[in-house]
C-alpha cells in the first residue's frame, strides 16, 4: 500500500515568506539574520508516536514477505513498494535482473527515488541511484526527490542528491524551490540549514504566490 497521505501532503504543501534576500550573500550570515525561518526546539515528524509508528512497528518479516509475493507479478508496483518500505534486497534483485525499470512511475509520476526520498531511505537512495535513477525525475505536481526529502527533514537523503547533481533551486510547477518547502515545514530545521548552507542555492526565487 503506497504512502497516498504523505504524497497527498507534498501536492498540497504551500511555503513561508522569503522577504529581503539578497542575489549574492554569506551563508554564515544568512543563517544569522534568517534564523527566524528556522523552527526552533521542534522535533523531527518521525519521533513522535502515531497509529502509523505502531502499525509499522507490529509488522513482522512475515508480513513484509507475504507483500512482496502479492506484488511478484507487477515488478513495478513492488520496486516502488520496495523503495518507501526499505526493501533494499528486493529493489537490489529488481533492478539487477532487470524486472523492473529504475524510474518506474505510479499514477503521480512518483519513481520509486521519490518515495525513498520522502521516507528517509538512504541505503535504498544509493541503490537507485547506482543503477540509474533520475535525480532530476518530476510528478505530475513537478515535485523532485529533492522536494520530498526537504520536505520530510529526511537531511541525509537530501544532501546525497545534492552530491549527486540534483539541482537544488528546482522549481514545481507552483514554482517551489526546495528551500520553500523546508521553510515552510517546522519540522525540516536541519534540512533547511543543509540548503541554506549551499553555495548554489538561490533563496530570492519566489513561488507563484510570489513567495
Known amino acids: 500500500k503506497m504512502n497516498k497521505d504523505k504524497q497527498a501532503d507534498e501536492d498540497d504543501d ?3 515568506l522569503f522577504e529581503d534576500f539578497t542575489e549574492h550573500f554569506n551563508q554564515l550570515e544568512l543563517l544569522e539574520t ?8 521542534t ?18 518479516e512475515e508480513w513484509y514477505e507475504m507483500q512482496e509475493k502479492k506484488m511478484e507479478k507487477h515488478p513495478e508496483k513492488l520496486l516502488l513498494w520496495a523503495a518507501e518500505n526499505n ?10 535482473e ?17 518515495r525513498a526520498a520522502y521516507s ?20 505530475v505536481d513537478g515535485w523532485t526527490p529533492l522536494h520530498s526529502a526537504c520536505k520530510w527533514n529526511n ?3 537530501a544532501a546525497f542528491l545534492l552530491q549527486q547533481g540534483a539541482d537544488i533551486n528546482a522549481q514545481t510547477n507552483g514554482l517551489l524551490t526546495p528551500l520553500h518547502i523546508a521553510a515552510g515545514n517546522k519540522n525540516s530545521r536541519e534540512t533547511l540549514e ?16 510570489d513567495e
Not at 534568517?34 to 526546539?41: D, E, K, M
Not at 518521525?46 to 513482522?60: I, L, P
Not at 549551499?198 to 519566489?206: I, Q, S, T
Request: negative net charge; aromatic residues 4%; hydrophobic residues 30%.
Open 14 to 16: 504551500d511555503s513561508e
Open 34 to 41: 534568517h534564523r527566524h525561518l528556522i523552527p526552533v526546539g
Open 43 to 60: 522535533q523531527s515528524c518521525w519521533s513522535g508516536q502515531s497509529d502509523d509508528d505502531d502499525d509499522e512497528q507490529e509488522r513482522t
Open 87 to 96: 526493501r533494499l534486497s528486493t529493489v537490489r534483485r529488481l533492478l539487477t
Open 98 to 114: 532487470k524486472l523492473a525499470p529504475v524510474n518506474a512511475r505510479d499514477e503521480d509520476q512518483y519513481t520509486p527515488l521519490h
Open 120 to 139: 528517509g531511505h538512504l541505503d535504498v537512495a544509493h541503490e537507485l541511484v547506482a543503477q540509474g535513477a533520475d535525480v532530476h525525475a518530476q510528478t
Open 155 to 157: 537531511t541525509s537523503v
Open 194 to 209: 543543509l540548503l541554506l548552507m549551499n553555495r548554489y542555492v538561490k533563496p530570492d526565487l519566489k513561488n507563484n504566490l
